[in-house]
């Protein structure tokens, strides 16, 4: 294929000292050569292919100097879109990286649209549809472990299972074919009744267990939602304080505050956690008020994790008590703070209260008890399957739903063939679900649902 040649910034702006700018198509290197000047005077099109060289950018008309940088070249077909690439890394200033973007637009590169890079990888048949989102998911990845399992994905993990399951299916159709055409046999209709349903159990089975991991890789990507509530003054914002700064905070691209809530991420033993104080800015506002609150409603909703935090050196009142009616049949982890201020609380009614809760006590002020609590977070969660399991997490949307669909196709099939259904209707539902799967792996796929994909990326990707 064909194509002109695309320049972006590659890197988040404004975000570390080193950005790189993406050169790629049949020009790339000539474009790069003409503004680069090293101090050998050797040309970059006679560097060899996959090296780096260090030089300066230079007006070519005046020969004026406009930064310093790093070009990496690197010859097709072994690059990201298996075009020529080259990349040039140079301080990350918005100013300066604007400078170089200018500079090789200047030479007849195009500005890429978003995505445009990945959708050349796919166009040009280096990745399949699913890797080529697994790229997507990647950039937005907030933690080692959201890396991990997009990572996998690339590697086409999931490309492959979503495979193996057409191609079962490709094989049943193709069997019950066979058994049509050579009508010899007299218990076909039997044969074929139960290869269906053999097979479509087999593929009714494996799509539930992709669904299945469908939410753990939706917490990976997204972090689990975690609320922090409690009465006024109980330490709720110490807690989210201490647990932002014991961890590396994770750089998103979310707003820290917004108008009533305050979210931060972090990365808590591999668990990322979007932490939300719900009292994080109005302290004055009576607690158990806030919960009723329609907001406040909503968000306790979309939590994943509830930390009640408590006060050690407090009675234990009936707001308390409202609290722990307000997240009932939820995943909480009780707080009791305060403990190096003498203890007024009734312990037995907090254990009465929090039942099969794990509690935790700690003190904030003095930077104890915070351990364990984050033992507790690591343990609720992952009881160390997620450590354990090279399990392939779905975390894409698309896929999900695509998931859902080729699963019901199947359903339909069995429960068909459980009706005695003629086999032709049963091979409408099983060709059904192996496009649906294919369109998971961009094979059957209309055009313009490439196009709204690759639209989603990021610019530079
Ligand atoms: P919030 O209203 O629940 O967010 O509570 P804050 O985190 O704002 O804390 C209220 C007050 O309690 C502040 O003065 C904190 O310094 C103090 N505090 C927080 N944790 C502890 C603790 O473990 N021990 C003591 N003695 N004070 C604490
Ligand atoms: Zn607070």
Redesign the pocket.
């Known amino acids: 294929m064909e194509f002109d040649t695309i320049t972006a910034i590659s890197t988040p702006l404004g975000e570390g000292a080193i950005a790189i700018v993406r050169i790629s198509g049949d020009e790339a290197i000539e474009i790069a050569d003409r503004i680069f000047k090293g101090p050998g005077g050797k040309g970059l099109l006679e560097v060899k292919s996959h090296t780096i060289h260090y030089g300066h950018l230079i007006q070519p008309k005046t020969g004026e100097i406009i930064e310093e940088v790093m070009v990496s070249v690197m010859m097709g077909p072994k690059t990201f879109t298996r075009e020529d690439v080259v990349e040039i890394n140079c301080h990350g200033g918005i100013v300066s990286v604007n400078r170089v973007l200018q500079l090789i637009l200047s030479q007849g590169a195009r500005l890429a649209e978003p995505g445009e890079f990945t959708k050349r990888a796919f166009l040009n048949g280096r990745i399949d549809l699913s890797q080529a989102e697994a790229v997507m998911d990647l950039i937005r990845a907030k933690t080692d472990k959201a890396m991990n399992v997009a990572l996998g994905q690339m590697e086409g993990r999931l490309s492959k299972l979503i495979q193996n399951l057409r191609q079962e299916i490709l094989q049943t159709l193709a069997q019950v074919e066979v058994n049509i055409d050579y009508p010899e046999y007299d218990d076909v209709e039997e044969m074929t009744h139960r290869l269906f349903l053999e097979k479509g159990s087999y593929v009714k089975n494996e799509i539930e267990k992709l669904l299945h991991t469908a939410q753990q890789g939706k917490i990976l990507r997204d972090g689990l939602a975690t609320v922090i509530i409690?009465?006024?003054?109980?330490?709720?914002?110490?807690?989210l304080?201490s647990l932002v700064h014991e961890n590396k905070a994770i750089v998103t691209d979310i707003p820290g505050t917004t108008r009533d809530v305050i979210e931060e991420y972090v990365n808590v033993r591999g668990v990322p956690l979007k932490l939300v104080?719900t009292?994080g800015i109005r302290?004055t506002e009576d607690i158990v008020e806030r919960i009723g609150v329609e907001r406040s409603r909503a968000v306790l909703k979309e939590a994943d994790l509830i930390l009640l935090?408590l006060n050690y050196?407090d009675d234990f009142t009936t707001e308390d008590e409202k609290l722990f009616q307000a997240v009932e049949g939820m995943d909480v982890i009780v707080i009791i703070?305060?403990?190096?201020?003498p203890q007024k609380i009734d312990m037995a009614k907090v254990k009465e209260k929090a039942a099969s809760h794990k509690v935790v006590t700690?003190?904030?002020?003095?930077d104890r008890g915070v351990d364990e609590l984050e033992e507790a977070i690591a343990s609720l969660f992952f009881e160390g399957s997620l450590e354990t399991g090279d399990l392939t997490y779905v975390s894409n949307a698309r896929h999900i739903a695509l998931l859902g669909q080729a699963l019901q196709a199947i359903e339909d099939a069995i429960e068909a063939i459980e009706m005695g259904t003629p086999v032709d209707l049963v091979q409408i539902d099983f060709t059904k679900a192996w496009e649906l799967l294919g369109e998971i792996i961009g094979e059957s796929v209309q055009d313009n649902l490439i196009n709204q994909l690759f639209s989603q990326f990021c610019l530079g990707k």
Do not use: F, H
């Open positions: 409690g009465r006024p003054n109980v330490g709720k914002s110490s807690l304080n104080d009292a302290e935090v050196s703070n305060k403990t190096d201020l700690t003190s904030l002020l003095e």
